[in-house]
T-cell receptor, first 116, second 112 residues
């Protein structure tokens, strides 16, 4: 079955450590996204990538970094510069464009990061 | 600045009730509006609305868009406990990027 796999589901880290969240998709989607979800704040866009080897900052990119070396993979690193990293992180992908069904994001199951 | 506001933020009803969830938006380069349901983890897609006044329907759920007044509503009739979830509204800004701006979500709890 096609879908998006995020790992790990739960992650605990000490303050000051970098952590990398994995996101893999087998939907053959060109565009991939990382969102952060905090209680009462909906989803906020961290980074997105429309094509391999290219990515753009979203609304809250500070303290995060990404790479897009393969179409299927879009890992997110939460660096020690991120002031409040404890959150639920969602990866998504889509087929951007103007055709019917385009731009419908498919989400992974999420990774919950807790910084102790 | 792009802005999406959902109301109410939370709602508690009993099975069988009908609910209306609201989403108002002010965004540049509006392309379409999407509704998602989030139960525990991954949001799942409900509707995509691109034209004003055309109701989309799926079972007990329906949704409509008003591009002049910049809002959308999601209706759920004869609610069931399985409808308990967070409902997210998200305008799509551009067909080229697929970028969505999400509202805060409405948390719906349906009691037996």
């Amino acid at each position: 079955d096609g879908g998006i796999t995020q790992s790990p589901k739960y992650l605990f880290r000490k303050e000051g450590q970098n952590v990398t969240l994995s996101c893999e998709q087998n939907l053959n989607h060109d565009a991939m996204y990382w969102y952060r979800q905090d209680p009462g704040q909906g989803l906020r866009l961290i980074y997105y990538s429309q094509i391999v080897n290219d990515f753009q900052k979203g609304d809250i990119a500070e303290g995060y970094s990404v790479s897009r070396e393969k179409k299927e993979s879009f890992p997110l690193t939460v660096t020690s510069a991120q002031k409040n990293p404890t959150a639920f992180y969602l990866c998504a992908s889509t087929r951007p464009g103007a055709t019917s069904g385009a731009n419908v994001l498919t989400f992974g199951a999420g990774s919950r990061l807790t910084v102790l | 600045e792009d802005k999406v506001v959902q109301s109410p933020l939370s709602l508690v009803v009993h099975e069988g009730d009908t609910v209306t969830l609201n989403c108002s938006y002010e965004v540049t380069n509006f392309r379409s509006l999407l509704w998602y349901k989030q139960e525990k983890k991954a949001p799942t897609f409900l509707f995509m609305l691109t034209s004003s006044g055309i109701e989309k329907k799926s079972g007990r759920l329906s949704s409509i868009l008003d591009k002049k007044e910049l809002f959308s509503i999601l209706n759920i009739t004869a609610t069931q406990t399985g409808d308990s979830a967070v409902y997210l509204c998200a305008p799509c800004l551009s067909s080229n990027t697929g970028k969505l701006i999400f509202g805060q979500g409405t948390t719906l709890q349906v009691k037996p």
